[in-house]
T-cell receptor
Framework: KAGVTQTPRYLIKTRGQQVTLSCSPI?????VSWYQQTPGQGLQFLFE???????NKGNFPGRFSGRQFSNSRSEMNVSTLELGDSALYLC?????????????FGQGTRLTVV | TQLLEQSPQFLSIQEGENLTVYCNSS?????LQWYRQEPGEGPVLLVT?????EVKKLKRLTFQFGDARKDSSLHITAAQTGDTGLYLC?????????????FGQGTTLQVKP
């Protein structure tokens, strides 16, 4: 069974630009969550999508948005990039139901804002 | 706000030594997961514990969930250089099905030959 696939692996953007990251979950998984990982803050939850609906949201500004398609693939968009947005962005997929939120992560997209 | 505190943050030991990493919270979690992460890669799931008092073993790794489901520990016996990495604990929230995990800050383990 294929794992979680994130594209692209690496990105370099300029301040003020926008960026779109993509995540394909494990087949059969309906929940996709996004996390930002930085050395100072660790892994922080951005949002979760389940059946094309945002089900939960972390404490990030509105510049961070996402969506999920009918095939469960998800995209995350960051507009008006700031230097502080440089991070490893991780996508996690899970079945999405019940009390167990066991999540499987992709390799991440390393975003560098210059 | 549910927080998970991991300790120690850094650990450098010799091959063959034993070690324990702790993950503590004042909140109850419906499940708790342990991950291991290599630099530049995504976290890899090691184990999930869901029942208070549960103990799971994965070769030389032993994971325990506290009776009250507020804390967990990871014990590694006879550490090997291949165990080097960042260990993360993550708790599933009360609702259980929201897909949101609360992560500890991580424990960086270095095992020297």
């Amino acid at each position: 069974k294929a794992g979680v696939t994130q594209t692209p692996r690496y990105l370099i953007k300029t301040r003020g630009q926008q960026v779109t990251l993509s995540c394909s979950p494990i087949s059969g998984h309906r929940s996709v969550s996004w996390y930002q990982q930085t050395p100072g803050q660790g892994l922080q939850f951005l949002f979760e999508y389940f059946s094309e609906t945002q089900r939960n949201k972390g404490n990030f500004p509105g510049r961070f948005s996402g969506r999920q398609f009918s095939n469960s693939r998800s995209e995350m968009n960051v507009s008006t990039l700031e230097l502080g947005d440089s991070a490893l962005y991780l996508c996690a997929s899970s079945l999405g139901g019940g009390m167990n939120t066991e999540a499987f992560f992709g390799q991440g997209t390393r975003l560098t804002v210059v | 706000t549910q927080l998970l505190e991991q300790s120690p943050q850094f650990l450098s030991i010799q091959e063959g030594e034993n070690l324990t990493v702790y993950c503590n919270s004042s909140s109850v979690f419906s499940s708790l997961q342990w991950y291991r992460q290599e630099p530049g890669e995504g976290p890899v799931l090691l184990v999930t514990v869901v029942t208070g008092g549960e103990v799971k073993k994965l070769k030389r790794l032993t994971f325990q969930f506290g009776d009250a489901r507020k804390d967990s520990s990871l014990h590694i016996t006879a550490a090997q250089t291949g165990d080097t990495g960042l260990y993360l604990c993550a708790g599933g929230g009360r609702s259980g099905n929201t897909g949101k995990l609360i992560f500890g800050q991580g424990t960086t383990l270095q095992v020297k030959p």
